[in-house]
Each structure stands twice: as C-alpha cells, then as structure tokens.
T-cell receptor, first 113, second 112 residues
C-alpha cells in the first residue's frame, strides 16, 4: 500500500540556494510528520518534525510547511550548503497506527559549491 | 548519553544460512523497531517490540523474526537466507509512539 509519495527523487542545488522536497500522504490518522536525513554509511537522523496543529515550523535553515487539507508537507532548506548533501526521507507516523514510520522513497540532495 | 548500538556492522553469509543481528537501544527507551533498507525498496518496516512483546509487524515472510529482552535489547533473526535478503538492517529506538526515533548505524548483510 503506497501511503507516502516523496518528490523529487534527486535534487541538485547551488550553494546558497533553496532546496525544496515534498511529501504527500494518504492516511489521515498520521499526526507526526518528521523529515529524516541520512548520510552514506549512517542511519537516518531526525532533522525536523511538525505536528498537525501548526502549519509551519522553522529550525535554523530548515523549515517544514504543512498543509493538512491537501495532505502534504514539505521541507525547505535555505542557504543550502555542501554539508547538506545527503538523502532526505519524509516519514509520517500516527499515534494510533502502530509505532511504524511510513518512509518516503527518499530524495538525494547534492549541493554544488 | 549513548546512542543506539547495532552489532555486527557487517556480515557476509551464504544462502540457506541463518543470521542474528543485535540492537541495544538508548537507555530508557522500551520501543525498538527494525527496518530493512535496500536501493530498490527503500526503508521497509519489519517489526516493533515494546516491553518484550511484538506490537506491530510489517509484510515480511516468517523467516524474519525478532525478540526483545527485559533490558530492552533486541535481536532479529533471519533464517534460510536468500540473496534478496542482502540489505542494510536498521534498528530504531524511541520513548513513545509518534515521537523521535533514534537509529543505529545499521548492520550491512550480504548474502552470497
């Protein structure tokens, strides 16, 4: 069952540019919307997360925008840096859907110096 | 505070063999989940254990099993290995549902 669709699959951005990754979900029971960052050889690590009672959350250069009616949320990386080059996953979860993250297919971000 | 520890980091096994992977969660976390990561299928949920009980299970064959001990450490076992089981196996621990999960570095399993 395809519950989460993530786009784009890959993204190349110039240093200082804005990176935008999108995630669409189907399950209205989801109530926790995180983005995970994974570097080669490492496990995923939480980057930023949002709950459905707010439409936007900002932490430093990273912002989540959440649209409950459209069942979409996105990750914006401002002033992208080469160190941001990694794979990003959206992974929504529901308090009542089992302690399971429904991972998107991932976006490979490359930031060119 | 120590992170999630997975052992071993790398394994090479032959088809038909079985393998056991280990995961030590963050102290105080009672939920441990396992994921399989492959280039073709991405991150797929295997199962979750909480207080020594399997609470949730993904769509994997019965060859994949797990358990959790009273100290929250978890093991997963794969029997009768197939070439397609080659993957990165990730363990994640969390304090509660719908909260941050902390992942280990994974065990890279290669089946030859």
């Amino acid at each position: 069952q395809q519950q989460v669709k993530q786009s784009p699959q890959s993204l190349i951005v110039q240093k200082g540019g804005i990176s935008i990754i999108n995630c669409a979900y189907e399950n209205t029971a989801f109530d926790y919307f995180p983005w995970y960052q994974q570097f080669p050889g490492k496990g995923p690590a939480l980057l930023i997360a949002i709950r459905p009672d707010v439409s936007e959350k900002k932490e430093g250069r990273f912002t989540i925008s959440f649209n409950k009616s459209a069942k979409q949320f996105s990750l914006h990386i401002m002033d992208s840096q080469p160190g941001d080059s990694a794979t990003y996953f959206c992974a929504p979860q529901g308090s009542n859907t089992g302690n399971q993250f429904y991972f998107g297919t991932g976006t490979s971000l490359t930031v060119i110096p | 505070k120590a992170g999630v520890t997975q052992t071993p980091r790398y394994l090479i096994k032959t088809r038909g063999q079985q393998v056991t992977l280990s995961c030590s969660p963050i102290s105080g976390h009672r939920s441990v989940s396992w994921y399989q990561q492959t280039p073709g299928q991405g991150l797929q949920f295997l199962f979750e254990y909480f207080s020594e009980t399997q609470r949730n299970k993904g769509n994997f064959p019965g060859r994949f099993s797990g358990r959790q001990f009273s100290n929250s450490r978890s093991e997963m076992n794969v029997s009768t290995l197939e070439l397609g089981d080659s993957a990165l196996y990730l363990c994640a621990s969390s304090f509660a549902r719908a909260t941050e999960a902390f992942f280990g570095q994974g065990t890279r399993l290669t089946v030859v």
